[in-house]
């Protein structure tokens, strides 16, 4: 089993950086694909980042393509998602979880942590 805690969200003004952390504890981290989701009130929880279990290939969504950076570090346990260029369309709860295969699916994850507010204002 894999717990997981999100941080660095916040309130930014567009054209903004952050990046969000997401600690895992349990064990055997490096055996699950990691991925990001967002949902904005009202939203669906849709796909933004995964990334496989050796952090060689990570995939996007395309809104956010060329601007944000997944990457992870197998040793802290640790997932990272870099945005750059934030738009007031990336304002959502940002979610990291943890699965056997990376993918774009809610249904690739079986573990989840509790998000990170992410606003940008304009």
């Known amino acids: 089993q894999v717990q997981l805690v999100e941080s660095g969200g916040g309130l930014v003004q567009a054209g903004a950086s952050l990046r969000l952390s997401c600690a895992a504890s349990?064990?055997?981290?490096?055996?699950?694909?990691m991925g990001w989701f967002r949902q904005a009130s009202g939203k669906d929880r849709e796909f933004v980042a995964t990334i496989t279990q050796s952090g060689s290939t990570a995939a996007y969504a395309d809104s956010v393509k060329g601007r944000f950076t997944c990457s992870r570090d197998n040793v802290k346990n640790m997932v990272y998602l870099q945005m750059n260029s934030l738009k007031p369309e990336d304002t959502a709860v940002y979610y990291c979880?943890?699965?056997?295969?990376?993918?774009?699916?809610?249904?690739?994850?079986?573990?989840w942590g509790q998000g990170t507010q992410v606003t940008v204002s304009s």
């Open positions: 349990g064990r055997a981290f490096s055996g699950y694909a």
């Open positions: 979880a943890a699965g056997y295969t990376s993918g774009a699916y809610l249904s690739n994850y079986t573990y």
